[in-house]
Structures are given as structure tokens and as C-alpha cells.
């Protein structure tokens, strides 16, 4: 399994914007970087999708709830993921979670967490209103 180590997360105000990285310690058997995801538990929810890029930065999904606010993006000379949040709402509270999986789809990525073989520790991120 890769290491994953998240940054970034914090205390807002609605409105605002934060970027979480996730850099993972390794590449793949393959050599190919990680497809990785972001996934976010609030306090009494389940563990909840955010987004996904596959290895090649070629495919991305996001969640209904986050579409057109948060991007997703990757720079694989630095194994590497980002999540942009901007617009953020009261909300998007929550600890946010970076996955990785090996061995990637041929199209799209995965929502599943229960696809993903590796995870980080989590950042905390809260919205004020």
C-alpha cells in the first residue's frame, strides 16, 4: 500500500477557498501513478465521494453537491493531487479523506471507496457561515 499525506484543510468563512494536497510516497507496480480520489465524513454521516482524476489526469468525476465549485487536478512529477474548494458553504464541513487505487479503470474512475486500496489520515475542513 502508498503512504498518503493530506495538507491544506483549515477554518473558513462560507464564501471562501482552500486547496487540500494529497502526495502519495510511491507509484504503482506499474510504474503509473495512483488513480486517486477525495471522499469527506461530516460528524454522524457516512463516508461520502467528493471527487476523482484517474492516473493520467484524463478522466475526472465529481459529486452533484460539489460540481462547478471544487476541481480536481493532479501534477504527477510530484505524485501529487489537488482538490481546489472555492465557494465554500457551511456544508462542506467535514474531515476530508485522499484514497488511491492501483490498477485503474480503461474508462472514468471509481466513486466506490470501497475500490480504493489506500487512504490518508484526513484533514479537518470547516465552514463558518
Known amino acids: 500500500q502508498v503512504q498518503l499525506v493530506e495538507s491544506g484543510g483549515g477554518l473558513v468563512q462560507a464564501g471562501d477557498s482552500l486547496r487540500l494536497s494529497c502526495t502519495a510516497s510511491?507509484?504503482?507496480?506499474?510504474?503509473?501513478?495512483?488513480?486517486m480520489g477525495w471522499f469527506r465524513q461530516a460528524p454522524g454521516n457516512e463516508r461520502a465521494f467528493v471527487a476523482a482524476i484517474n492516473w493520467s489526469g484524463g478522466y475526472t468525476d465529481y459529486a452533484d453537491s460539489v460540481k462547478g465549485r471544487f476541481t480536481i487536478s493532479r501534477d504527477n512529477s510530484k505524485n501529487t493531487v489537488y482538490l481546489q474548494m472555492n465557494s465554500l458553504k457551511p456544508e462542506d464541513t467535514a474531515v476530508y479523506y485522499c484514497?488511491?487505487?492501483?490498477?485503474?479503470?480503461?474508462?472514468?474512475?471509481?466513486?466506490?471507496?470501497?475500490?480504493?486500496?489506500?487512504w490518508g489520515q484526513g484533514t479537518q475542513v470547516t465552514v463558518s457561515s
Open positions: 484514497a488511491a487505487y492501483e490498477f485503474p479503470l480503461a474508462i472514468g474512475v471509481f466513486r466506490q471507496g470501497s475500490e480504493y486500496d489506500s
Open positions: 510511491g507509484r504503482t507496480r506499474s510504474g503509473r501513478p495512483y488513480s
